[in-house]
Every structure is written in structure tokens, then in C-alpha cells.
């Protein structure tokens, strides 16, 4: 299909879908990626009406959706009937919008958990031909730990990898380890840049630390032809500048490493 750019919402606080509709189609992206919360007006409790509403603004602008940027913790303490559940409302909502998958957070440290529960919502996902994409987060930040449960899982049609290319980096892993632990998986990546590995700050593209080129060239070199996700985290951040000036590097960074 091609690298397409999408921005997340994540750095639109409190602007609402039409104004990050506008971002993104006014800024050359080809997608938006939906953080699912109530303060978005995307999320599972949204009614039918309120799903087309969502899909037909979006899609009236020339925009698909990247992801649905979930917050369901597919490894986290606990029972599994809460964790699925969620999760395959998550997924409902994807299929209702157009959306190809959903991204989770590890949230705990226990592969063979994760594992379990993603087998056990792989044949919704299938059905509805959605997949469930874990990013490198928390306690699973590095490629290798995540891979680790994408192998356990085993179902490489209804799951995938996010690489957040911020977090496995701090954690002391280098880009090209990270790819190679991720190859197998990898279908969606979130670039960014910050501060440093301590200070995540977001700050503009080639001002910070984040290993952009290295990361750049070896997914290029690799063929990578997903979706690449602007992740401004100014809901966290709210100092930073606004997203639209941060797009214009993000584009760039596509430009320069798309296969």
C-alpha cells in the first residue's frame, strides 16, 4: 500500500474530531490515528448513529483511519473476561469505522497472560478482519519483549507490532535490535522525537535525541510499506507547541525513508 502518514489525536487536546479532521487533511496526512476517550468523542459507548457519523465525516475528507488508539492492557493482573470483553468492544467499534486494528499496552509482564487473551479474541478479530497491535510500551518496551509475545500468542493474522520508536530506545535497545526482534510483526509505527532517553519531553522532529535517521534507514531498508503515526503527546505535554507545527518533520521523515 505504500508508508501513509497519519497524526493521533493524542496531540489535538480538548480540539474535537472535526478540528483534528482538519489538521490531517490540511497538513498532507492521509490518516488520523483515534485516541479512545470520552474527551475525543470516540470510544466503545459511542451508539450506531454516532459510529457512521465518525466514519462518514472522516472518510468525507479524503481520510482513513490508521488505528484506533485503545488503552486496554492485553497482559494486565487480573481475570481475563474484563480484559477481552473490552477489548472486543474495541474491536466492534474499529470494524464500524473502518479502522484496521485497535492498539493495546502490555500493562504487565507475563507473556504467557497476553498470550492467552489475544488467542482468545482472534477469531472475533478475524470475523471482523481487525487485528489487535501491541506497542512497545511499559513493561513490554522493547522489541524483544514484545516479541516474545507475539510469538507465544501465534496468531500473526489477527495480531501485529507497534513500534513506538521512542520507548525501546530509552530502554537501552538499539534500532536495529529492535527491527529485528520486530520484523516478523511489525505493522504500524509511531514516530516522535523528545529530549532525551530520560527526559521525554516532545520536541520537534531532529531536535531531540530519538535515533530517527538510524531507525528511518533500517525500516526503508527493510521495505516497511505500513502506516506511520505522528505521536505529539501534548494531552501529557501541554506546553509543547501545537501539532500542526510538528507535522511538516513528521512528512519530512516519511519522505526521506519511505521504501
Keep these: 500500500m505504500g508508508v501513509k ?12 474530531l472535526d ?27 459511542l451508539g450506531p448513529e454516532e459510529r457512521a457519523s465518525v466514519r462518514e465525516r472522516i472518510e468525507g475528507a479524503g481520510l482513513e483511519i490508521s488505528a484506533l488508539a485503545g488503552y486496554v492492557g492485553i497482559c494486565e493482573p487480573g481475570p481475563d473476561e474484563p480484559v477481552i470483553e473490552a477489548l472486543i468492544a474495541d474491536l466492534r467499534l474499529a470494524a464500524d469505522l473502518g479502522a484496521p486494528g485497535v492498539r493495546v499496552f502490555p500493562r504487565g509482564d507475563d507473556p504467557a497472560v497476553g498470550a492467552r487473551r489475544l488467542k482468545a479474541v482472534s477469531g472475533t478479530a478475524g470475523d471482523l478482519g481487525r487485528r489487535v497491535l501491541v506497542e512497545t510500551h511499559d513493561s513490554m518496551a522493547t522489541g524483544e519483549a514484545m516479541a516474545v509475545l507475539l510469538a507465544e500468542a501465534a496468531c500473526p493474522e489477527t495480531t501485529g507490532a507497534i513500534w513506538d520508536l521512542l520507548h525501546p530506545w530509552r530502554h537501552g535497545e538499539s534500532p536495529v535490535r529492535t527491527l529485528a526482534a520486530l520484523r516478523p510483526y511489525l505493522a504500524y509505527v509511531q514516530v516522535k522525537d523528545a529530549v532525551s532517553a530520560q527526559d521525554t519531553t516532545p520536541v520537534p522532529m531532529w531536535t531531540g535525541s530519538v535515533p530517527l535517521d538510524e ?24 506546553q509543547v507547541a501545537p501539532v500542526e507545527e510538528i507535522l511538516p518533520g513528521a512528512a519530512e521523515w516519511v519522505r526521506r525513508f519511505a521504501p
Design 5 to 16: 502518514l497519519a497524526v493521533s489525536t493524542l496531540g489535538m487536546p480538548g480540539e474535537g
Design 215 to 238: 531507525a528511518g534507514e533500517l525500516l526503508r531498508g527493510a521495505g516497511f510499506d505500513g502506516w506511520v503515526s505522528l505521536e505529539w503527546e501534548r494531552t501529557w505535554y501541554p
Design 19 to 45: 478540528r483534528a479532521i482538519e489538521i490531517a487533511a490540511g497538513q498532507g496526512c492521509q490518516g488520523l490515528e483515534l485516541r479512545l476517550h470520552p474527551d475525543t468523542g470516540v470510544h466503545a459507548g
